[in-house]
């Protein structure tokens, strides 16, 4: 028998031409955004001011299995697309397991992560609107690397919102920002109410995540000519990643094969929705079962510890209220340096899909065994993960050590989101032994609960 390749490729022309949107297939739809004030499902008009029409449309749209993808984007796609399909069979044969694991690979580009897929889109949308340019905020900065990559593409303005602590600990992402056009301003800042009120509260604030955001929203709203965009959590960015999962749905065609276990690092939920979603489709349809599993860090356990309940997506308490899995808007979770996860809540449509049973399994995993995880992974397939996606490589191993122990030859599938090159400073320390493994108490949790507004719908 001829053995499979190590990377199956598609062709250019084999990338997909339209993203699949999942929500026409749920069983149960998720829950409307509402607008906090009146508690009514939001409409467009009071999203307008804030997002990118085109978007506002993506959104809501819980119809159309498929929107196509504008050939604007599709020809940037081409650039770093089709990803990688790897065979890691250099890692099955080190854990001695009889499991074929594959990995879709999305770190390949500059901006390191699978950000890139939703950035292009987002920028290109703002473009055809004739927009000046537009704000976002950024944690660790995956998003406003990918961002200010697909802004300096379109010739949109960028002004991005970086938490501070992340700004110190990664100060070469904020030059690659500003190398790609962006302007980077340090989060709390004094050019916002919000920032402003926050330095006054607590003038030795970090900054968070949170905090970032009210501070582009209100920036776009107060700027003529600007929108305010995100890079996860929302259905529309769920909805430019299943990129990802089409084309692995079809490199699996090619070769024969179909995956028994699917694995991805969760956020906000939009690489595992991308990887995952393509496959779910086959799942809601009844025609196929794999097994889903979420893998979260114990410091921001929002799937695994958290409620499912109507919640702000920011601190500033400025967004729409979404029905997910939460921690608290208040949660400021431990420090991590898997920052991409530190984010107190989850995408809606994932959050229905793991209430309702369709994703499997969620898994919290410390931050010292994903290290651990990530070495192997490097030492044996060649590729630096990103902390984040180190997450899934975790739990793919697991699954495929618990094939050795049955002798099952399950097909696993994992997302490896993006490069841990970036991420030296956190590998150093893993090196040194000085990684910390900060888990939250109940009490902790409790008092980010506290914060949740009571809505029972
Ligand atoms: C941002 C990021 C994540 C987490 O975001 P999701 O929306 O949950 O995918 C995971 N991996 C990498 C490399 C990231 O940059």
């Known amino acids: 028998m001829q053995k499979i390749p190590y990377k199956i490729y598609l062709t250019e022309e084999e990338i997909p031409k339209s993203w699949y949107n999942v929500r026409a297939d749920m069983k149960t739809d998720h829950r409307p955004i509402l607008n906090p004030k009146t508690l009514e499902p939001v409409t467009v008009e009071e999203l307008s001011p804030v997002f990118c029409d085109e978007l506002i449309k993506q959104e809501l749209n819980d119809t159309d299995r498929y929107i196509a993808i504008p050939e604007g984007i599709r020809d940037f796609y081409k650039m770093y697309r089709p990803s990688p399909l790897v065979r890691a069979y250099c890692l099955e044969e080190a854990l001695g397991t009889p499991a074929k694991i594959y990995y879709k690979y999305e770190g390949g580009n500059t901006s390191g992560s699978h950000k890139l897929n939703s950035a292009i889109a987002q920028a290109y949308y703002a473009k055809q609107q ?37 700004a110190e600990q990664k100060p070469y992402r904020k030059g690659v920002m500003e190398t790609f056009g962006a302007s980077v301003t340090l989060s709390p ?24 955001i009210s501070e582009a929203v209100e920036t776009a709203v107060l700027n003529d000519g600007y929108k305010y965009v995100l890079g996860s959590v929302l259905n529309q960015v769920i909805l430019h990643q299943t990129i990802i999962g089409q084309e692995a749905r079809l490199a699996f065609e090619k070769i024969g094969d179909y995956p028994d276990v699917i694995i991805g690092c969760a956020g906000g939920g939009s690489n595992l929705g991308g990887l995952m979603l393509p496959f779910m489709a086959d799942k809601l349809a009844g025609e196929k079962s794999p097994y889903f599993i979420a893998v979260e ?8 510890r958290g409620k499912f309940a109507y919640d702000y997506c920011d601190t500033g308490m400025v967004t729409p209220l979404a029905k997910m899995y939460t921690l608290g808007a208040t949660f400021i979770p431990p420090t991590n340096h898997a920052g991409g996860l530190r984010y107190h809540g989850m995408s809606p449509i994932l959050s229905q899909l793991y209430h309702d049973g369709y994703i499997d399994e969620a898994r919290a995993i410390s931050q010292s065994e994903i290290f651990e995880a990530a070495v192997q992974f490097a030492r044996h397939e060649g590729t630096l993960p990103a902390p984040e996606s180190a997450h899934a490589i975790k739990a793919a191993i697991d699954e495929a050590i618990k094939c050795k122990e049955t002798g099952e030859e399950k097909t696993i599938l994992f997302c490896l989101s993006g490069t841990g090159y970036f991420d030296i400073g956190a590998y150093m320390k893993y090196n040194e032994g000085t990684l910390a493994d900060l888990v939250p108490t109940d009490e902790d949790l409790e008092r980010g609960f506290s914060a949740i507004p009571n809505i029972n719908l």
């Open 189 to 212: 800042s004094d050019t916002t109410d919000i920032g402003r009120l926050m330095l006054k509260n607590h003038p030795e604030s970090g900054g968070s995540l949170g905090n970032a």
């Open 297 to 304: 860090p114990a410091s921001c356990p929002s799937l695994t």
């Open 130 to 166: 004739g927009l000046k340019g537009v704000t976002t905020e950024t944690g660790a900065g995956q998003w406003g690397t990918a961002l200010s990559m697909a802004c300096g593409y379109f010739g949109l303005d960028l002004k991005v919102f970086m938490v501070k602590v992340s």
